[in-house]
């Protein structure tokens, strides 16, 4: 079971053998929607009064994923990719919501959607293994122990980290706050937390951590937890 909360309205992602649905419950736990699931997704993020889940067109494991956006309050559909960008191939994964809404495909890099409409805004044919985050203008992408940034509103590479790396892997999502950006990565030898100049791309500092990273930092006033 996944929840997440939208302003009025607590949505629940429950997906066990016999149920795939979302539904979304009011503050009393009275239910007030469902919607029916073809298939399991990954999980649901809901921004700026909209839900966005993945699911399959027909029951077929080969069929292309999509990504339906569901009005949080009433469980009404807005709009789905099989409408709107049909020849995308997506990759199912959580989709990563800012200026736009940004999805992985097995083939052809990101795409970026128009969030009112669905309509793609721009395609970035790199392969990225995949979106890290997005936030201060910017879409974060990994490429291994690589990371590069792309402009949210044009796609186009602001800046990459092609000639020196991470020390490993992303270990969980970055966080993007006050003009840094905070990168967990999970390294042979030792953990690490990078901050990271938002703008540049510059590595201001690196520090080793105890055990395993497995949550995505946190920023509390001066503190990164």
Do not use: C
């Not at 970035?124 to 940034?149: K, N, P």
Request: cysteine-free.
């Amino acid at each position: 079971v996944t929840i997440a909360g939208g302003e009025e309205i607590i949505v629940v992602y429950n997906a066990t053998d016999d149920t795939n649905t979302v539904e979304g419950y009011d503050h009393a736990g009275e239910r007030q929607w469902t919607v029916e699931l073809i298939d399991r997704s990954e999980g649901l993020t809901i921004k700026d009064g909209q839900l966005y889940v993945f699911d399959r067109p027909e029951i077929d494991d080969q069929s292309t994923w999509v990504l339906r956006a569901i009005d949080p309050e009433t469980g009404e559909e807005l709009w789905n990719t099989a409408d709107t960008a049909p020849k995308i191939e997506i990759e199912e994964t959580v989709p990563v919501v800012n200026e736009h809404v940004y999805i992985e495909t097995e083939t052809d890099g990101i795409h970026a959607l128009d969030p009112e409409t669905g309509d793609e805004v721009w395609n970035a044919t790199s392969r990225f293994d995949s979106i890290a985050t997005a936030g201060d203008g910017q879409v974060y992408v990994s490429e291994g122990d690589q990371l590069i940034a792309l402009n949210e509103s044009t796609g186009e590479t602001e800046w990459d980290w092609y000639h020196w790396t991470l020390s490993g892997e992303l270990a969980a999502e970055p966080t993007v706050a006050d003009g840094m950006l905070y990168v967990p990565v999970e390294g042979d030898d030792a953990d690490q937390l990078y901050g990271i100049e938002a703008e540049t791309g510059f590595a201001e500092w690196r520090t080793p951590l105890n055990g395993g990273i497995e949550t995505t930092p946190v920023v509390a006033g001066e503190s990164v937890y």
